[in-house]
């Protein structure tokens, strides 16, 4: 046989939903881009899917009267909400070209983003905690002021203790 009747001479066709993984059956779209929005997206719903599988499994055991086919129907029902959820989260995270899309976006827009060192992190902590104490200072102040007030012109009752407090009034 010939290399041409055997299709070696032609360069390989890509497939129509992206890469595939060596060694696996899984295609990726775009496997190279993206990579850490994917994983981070992945773990994120990954962890609840695992927490809607026990929400599912408890909630099954609620419901259903006690026997002895209470516990595969428990479990069976919840592996087959993560392996559903599972297959849907590799649809969104690893085919679907809309949502890869934007993954590789993201990826590329935080590569570009001016992060904060350290020092100036923690700069601005402190001149937010000074902030919240003086403002909230403030506007206690302001606060006793108008109590104060109002109780001495007889709108407001009921506060002769915090005049007593402040040494003031009858």
């Not at 992945?42 to 209470?70: D, E, K």
């Not at 559903?84 to 590789?104: H, P, Q």
């Amino acid at each position: 046989m010939s290399d041409a009747a055997s299709g070696a001479g032609k360069p390989a066709r890509p497939s129509r939903g992206g890469a595939r993984i060596a060694g696996g059956g899984l295609r990726l779209y775009k496997p190279g881009q993206g990579y850490y929005t994917r994983v981070g997206t992945a773990v994120g719903a990954g962890v609840l899917i695992l927490a809607g599988a026990h929400f599912v499994f408890s909630q099954l055991g609620a419901s259903i009267p006690q026997g002895t086919y209470t516990l595969p129907i428990q479990y069976g029902v919840s592996v087959g909400f993560i392996l559903a959820m599972g297959g849907l989260l590799y649809w969104i995270v690893g085919i679907n070209r809309k949502s890869n899309d934007f993954f590789i976006a993201t990826e590329g827009e935080m590569k570009k983003v001016g992060w904060s060192s350290g020092q100036e992190v923690v700069r601005s902590t402190k001149v937010v905690i000074v902030s919240v104490i003086l403002l909230g200072a403030f506007l206690f102040v302001v606060d006793l002021f108008f109590i104060l007030f109002f109780s001495s012109i007889g709108v407001l009752e009921g506060y002769a203790g915090l005049e007593g407090l402040l040494g003031i009034g009858s």
